[in-house]
């Protein structure tokens, strides 16, 4: 199959939808949250319409046949991602809740009073929270790992960085503000060598690049389901078996037991154990399908799509004048995210000015407070891009940027 | 819906040539505002002589809109009692309701902020100089209508 944007952007309603003053919707803002396929959209009114019903507990037909479906979902995100085993997929509400529980179940267990935990200086705060508020519950230690000059990790410092106290490495795989993607296996191997574990914040890197966690042998993997074509509240934790047995359950409540007294519990196998309540059952199937259109298209071609974008937006955008771009430069190791500013336009006014012309790009310090501090700015404005966008987006970025002149100049003298 | 609603000419002008801008030697009252969602920053500083503010100054970073607003509000202010600027406040924050604000129009150029009420998003930038505001001028106790 030969990929095609302009056919996968016909399996977007919205495109169709959103259509203003002629303008077709350039959507740019992919690294918040991406568009939904008709085939998605249609899994969740299909099961909703004619097979819902609850999983693990019904013992009558609709429940049997959602709880095979579940089941088929997490196996669906276990291949996707190279897991040796199923029950190392824990359904989530979303990357930040899967990082949450690892800081309250891994991190209260094992990481204590003077423990040190490194991130990057470039964290999503749903990766730094969780750590700051472990600190203040046990007194761990958060260590940061330097940038190099072009904003890339700098794995000698990283190097520098490990003492007989780190406990874990909390990094993301892939910015969401810089478009910076780090050595994922490099990171993985010092730590292992350390004897720490492994967080990868897979929010943005695995939509766009996929994941092998046997591979990396990284040991636990987070993401979202909306960022990769599927439904809002569905994330994935994945987490190494070994690590599951020994920590202790992360909410109490149904199907994470196995046996409640009165006086007592004793909790449910993997991934059970992590998954207490009753889950977002409809967009967990839902979120399987959007897996099968992204496999459909082949996460090779996504790739190489992509990177002709990242090669043609930094042409295009590093040649603008008044363009400023924060992240590396060079396509090599980084995604198709962008994020500047423009000739001193706030980045609010950019967007504004942008959405009438119907493009749709994130203004805001993008959940990165002390990386907007590092950069020197308040804000930044940025652009992100995915399956169905196209290289004439890039054009039309660029010349609506120039408008922003037009509007915020026009009155000086 | 016009994007010169927002950028009204006024407004844009307000922005580029901001008024009573930059920290002044002195001042009675000095707060500090942060519209946390987009980073922006603002401080106020008023100097206040028999319940008058004389002087009121700003400086800080953000968008248009911010600068713009907070520009207008600083001339709104001079002259004016503290149960005028309450007066003031209310109008402004009653104008970026969307509803009808007669006095508005006496308030420098606040009247000009009224199409950025098309702009919901937009709105918190315009408040964010008089919410910062707000918290610096006691309440007087009695309730405006
Ligand atoms: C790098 C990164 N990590 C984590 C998250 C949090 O994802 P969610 O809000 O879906 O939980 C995001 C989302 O913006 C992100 O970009």
């Known amino acids: 199959m030969t990929f095609d944007p302009t056919k996968i952007r016909a399996d977007f309603p919205i495109f169709a939808a959103q259509v203003r003053n002629g303008r077709e919707l350039v959507y740019l803002d992919n690294g918040a949250t991406t568009q939904k396929p008709g085939v998605v959209i249609d899994a969740e009114r299909d099961f909703y319409s004619t097979e819902y019903g609850t999983v693990h507990r019904g013992i009558y037909h609709l429940s049997a046949v959602a709880t095979a479906q579940y089941e088929a979902a997490r196996e669906t995100v276990a291949d996707f991602i190279n897991a040796r085993l199923t029950k190392e997929i824990i359904f989530t509400r979303g990357a930040t809740e899967s990082i949450n529980l690892v800081a309250r179940t891994f991190g209260d267990r094992f990481i204590g009073k003077g423990d040190e935990i490194i991130l990057s200086e470039f964290e999503h705060h749903s990766n730094m929270v969780p750590w700051l508020m472990l600190q203040e519950r046990t007194g761990a230690r958060l260590v940061y790992v330097r940038s190099t000059p072009d904003w890339r990790l700098d794995m000698i410092d990283l190097r520098s960085k490990f003492s007989s106290r780190t406990k874990l490495v909390a990094i993301t795989g892939m910015s969401n503000v810089l478009g910076t993607i780090n050595d994922i296996d490099g990171i993985c191997q010092l730590a292992h060598e350390h004897g720490a574990r492994v967080l990868m914040d897979g929010a943005q890197l695995v939509p766009h690049f996929g994941f092998d966690v046997r591979g990396t042998d990284c040991d636990f993997l987070a993401f979202s389901s909306h960022k990769m074509l599927g439904p809002t509240g569905v994330g994935v934790l994945y987490m190494k078996q070994e690590i599951g047995v020994e920590i202790p359950p992360y909410q109490g409540g149904g199907d994470m037991i196995e046996n409640v007294r009165y006086d007592g519990f004793t909790t449910n196998e993997l991934p059970y154990k992590f998954e207490a309540g009753t889950p977002n059952i409809a967009g967990v199937i839902a979120f399987a399908k959007a897996i099968e259109y992204l496999q459909g298209l082949g996460m090779e071609n996504i790739i190489a799509h992509e990177s002709e974008l990242t090669e043609y937006a930094l042409d295009r955008l590093l040649s603008t004048e008044g363009f400023e771009l924060y992240g590396p430069k060079t396509p090599k190791h980084r995604g198709a995210l962008f994020s500047f500013n423009y000739k001193d336009i706030h980045s609010h006014d950019v967007a504004s000015i942008l959405d009438f012309a119907n493009i749709a790009v994130r203004a805001g310090h993008h959940c990165a407070q002390p990386l907007m501090q590092r950069l020197g700015v308040n804000s930044t404005a940025r652009a992100s891009f995915y399956v169905y966008n196209q290289k004439e987006e890039i054009d039309i970025l660029l010349e609506s940027l120039k408008q922003c002149e037009r509007f915020l100049k026009h009155a000086v003298g | ?145």
């Open chain 2, 1 to 145: 819906m016009q994007l010169d609603d927002l950028y009204r000419e006024v407004i844009v002008d307000h922005y580029n040539r901001p008024r009573n801008f930059g920290r002044p030697e002195k001042w009675d009252i000095m707060v500090e505002g942060k519209n946390p969602v987009c980073g922006d920053e603002i401080a106020i500083y008023l100097t206040v002589k028999d319940d008058i503010v004389s002087e009121c100054h700003f400086d800080g970073k953000g968008c248009s809109i911010s600068i713009a607003s907070a520009s207008v509000m600083t001339e709104s202010l001079i002259g004016k009692s503290l149960d005028e600027v309450r007066l003031v406040l209310a109008d402004f924050n009653q104008l970026l309701r969307g509803e009808v604000c007669q006095r508005c129009e006496q308030y420098s150029d606040a009247i000009a902020f009224q199409g950025v009420t098309k702009f919901p998003v937009r709105v918190k930038c315009a408040l964010l100089a008089w919410k910062t505001l707000e918290g610096a001028i006691p309440d007087s106790g009695t309730h405006q209508a």
